[in-house]
């Protein structure tokens, strides 16, 4: 038997399926959306994905602290790299890159850190988006 010939009855089968699932199988006492999301998050988690105290900002903010360290540590690697480099003119290119990498890794961490509050900030319950609020 050809494929497409075997997928067009299995796909009926499964949209029927879907279908009957709504007709028939409608429960009063079934729980809500947000019941059922409360009841899936256990005791201990926090409620709140956004805001001052949600996971996404403590995990964005933990992300953010480390590329900034790294990239100061690649500045004192630059550095040091730049001062023992003896004059020899790759030694000193090498380093100076290594500098300049270091610099824009901490521009791009500063513009990370100030986009993603902006979104998160915008994402917490509460907020308005969408307008001048006049």
């Known amino acids: 038997m050809n494929a497409a010939k075997m997928i067009t ?3 009926l089968a499964v949209i029927l399926v ?7 199988a409608h ?6 959306l947000i019941e059922g999301v409360n009841a899936a998050r256990g005791s201990s988690q926090p409620a709140d994905l956004f805001g001052s105290n949600g996971i996404f900002t ?3 903010n933990i992300l953010l602290f480390v590329v900034g360290a790294l990239s100061v540590v690649m500045l004192i690697i630059g550095g040091l790299r730049y001062v023992i480099s003896g004059g020899n003119s790759t030694a000193v290119t090498a380093a100076k890159n290594t500098i300049l990498y270091a610099i824009v890794g901490l521009v791009v961490a500063f513009l990370a850190f ?3 509050n902006f979104v998160i900030s915008s994402l917490a319950p509460g907020s308005v988006s969408g307008g001048t609020n006049i």
């Open 27 to 32: 429960d009063s006492s079934a729980l809500s």
């Open 58 to 60: 403590k995990v964005t």
């Open 9 to 11: 009855p299995v796909a």
């Open 114 to 116: 100030a986009a993603i």
């Open 18 to 24: 879907f279908i009957a699932s709504f007709f028939f």
